[in-house]
């Protein structure tokens, strides 16, 4: 049924004869006559019955016009919806992140889209880069926090765009016995060729990055221990089993016994993107994501 046959009808209810309701709609009255004709085909009810040298409506008729106001009604709230969701005041979005993504990134921009636009809906799921990617243009994902990883699309992409949110640093976490430890900074080169390392499996980010600066620094690191939970890592590095790189990001609580330094240049970084569909526009959570990982950029991120 369209919602301008049951106008029609409720103007035949207000002003009791057909011409009187055709003049009140600026339609001719056999205008007025067909549509009503429709609307009791739709209805598969009598909507009007002679009385006198006119019609009158049916019981039927009045339960129709019963629902006419609450039809309009959820007819109006549809279209203010529909206004909010051009406006970017409503919406919903399905975002995947890596785990410290989702820590230092997501949640705090959801936290403030909670406040700021209330009318928007989210769904948070943990995906690792190369799983994620894939997702948006199958639309199982809106947006995902990616980081540095030899699966990211080329700029030129024609699904997927990239948006910089945070280049992260690397810090060195070593037991606080080590002799490194009462340095200020540490050098891959000089300090760490000899090392022991604890790192994540082989395909992965983190993996990946410590070989590249290891290589960038002249040498081939020598990978003893593999986990991909960086507090296991950690427990690891406290046992005096090894060295370890931990994005600041990902860092927990430091177990005892073991400390972080500052790497020098050249130093495993990650780089963190908002990953989405291309030509999807701009959205209240990729500006307030971007606006989080540039208050993270200026303050050095947590750690």
Same mark, same amino acid.
């Given at each position: 049924?369209?919602?301008?046959?049951?106008? +029609?009808?409720?103007?035949?209810?207000?002003?009791?004869? %057909?011409?009187?309701?055709?003049?009140?709609?600026?339609?001719?009255?056999?205008?007025?006559?067909?549509?009503?004709?429709?609307?009791? !085909?739709?209805?598969?009810?009598?909507?009007?019955?002679?009385?006198?040298?006119?019609?009158?409506?049916?019981?039927?008729?009045?339960?129709? *016009?019963?629902?006419?106001?609450?039809?309009?009604?959820? *007819?109006?709230?549809?279209?203010?919806?529909?206004?909010?969701?051009?406006?970017?005041?409503?919406?919903?979005?399905?975002?995947?992140?890596?785990?410290?993504?989702?820590?230092?990134? +997501?949640?705090?921009?959801?936290?403030?889209?909670?406040?700021?636009?209330?009318?928007?809906?989210?769904?948070?799921?943990?995906?690792?880069?190369?799983?994620?990617?894939?997702? *948006?243009?199958?639309?199982?994902?809106?947006?995902?926090?990616?980081?540095?990883?030899?699966?990211?699309?080329?700029?030129?992409?024609?699904?997927?765009?990239?948006?910089?949110?945070?280049?992260?640093?690397?810090?060195?976490? *070593?037991?606080?016995?080590?002799?490194?430890?009462?340095?200020?900074?540490?050098?891959?080169?000089?300090?760490?060729?000899?090392?022991?390392?604890?790192?994540?499996?082989?395909?992965?980010?983190?993996?990946?990055?410590?070989?590249?600066?290891?290589?960038?620094?002249?040498?081939?690191?020598?990978?003893?221990?593999?986990?991909?939970?960086?507090?296991?890592?950690?427990?690891?590095?406290?046992?005096?089993?090894?060295?370890?790189?931990?994005?600041?990001?990902?860092?927990?609580?430091?177990?005892?016994?073991?400390?972080?330094?500052?790497?020098?240049?050249?130093?495993?970084?990650?780089?963190?993107?908002?990953?989405?569909? !291309?030509?999807?526009?701009?959205?209240?959570?990729?500006?307030?994501?971007?606006? %989080?990982?540039?208050?993270?950029?200026?303050?050095?991120?947590?750690?």
């Amino acid at each position: 049924m369209e919602i301008k046959r049951l106008n +029609i009808l409720r103007a035949l209810d207000q002003h009791g004869t %057909v011409i009187a309701a055709a003049q009140a709609l600026h339609l001719t009255p056999s205008a007025v006559s067909q549509q009503l004709a429709v609307l009791a !085909r739709e209805a598969d009810a009598v909507l009007l019955e002679k009385h006198g040298r006119g019609v009158r409506l049916t019981p039927a008729a009045h339960v129709l *016009l019963g629902h006419a106001d609450a039809i309009a009604t959820r *007819l109006e709230q549809a279209r203010a919806d529909l206004a909010a969701q051009r406006d970017g005041r409503i919406g919903r979005a399905r975002i995947s992140g890596f785990p410290s993504g989702i820590a230092g990134l +997501i949640a705090p921009a959801l936290a403030r889209l909670k406040r700021t636009h209330p009318g928007w809906r989210f769904e948070v799921v943990q995906y690792e880069t190369e799983q994620a990617l894939p997702l *948006l243009p199958a639309r199982e994902l809106d947006l995902a926090v990616v980081m540095t990883h030899p699966d990211l699309p080329a700029p030129d992409h024609p699904r997927i765009e990239l948006h910089p949110l945070l280049d992260e640093p690397f810090e060195l976490a *070593l037991p606080a016995d080590h002799p490194l430890a009462e340095r200020a900074e540490v050098t891959l080169a000089a300090d760490l060729v000899d090392a022991d390392w604890i790192i994540t499996a082989p395909g992965t980010a983190c993996h990946g990055l410590l070989l590249t600066a290891c290589h960038q620094a002249g040498f081939q690191p020598r990978l003893v221990h593999t986990s991909t939970d960086f507090g296991a890592q950690l427990a690891l590095v406290a046992a005096g089993l090894g060295v370890t790189i931990i994005p600041r990001l990902a860092q927990p609580e430091l177990p005892r016994g073991v400390v972080l330094r500052p790497i020098t240049a050249p130093a495993p970084r990650r780089r963190l993107m908002a990953a989405v569909r !291309r030509g999807q526009g701009p959205t209240p959570l990729l500006d307030t994501l971007r606006t %989080v990982g540039a208050e993270l950029a200026e303050r050095g991120a947590p750690g």
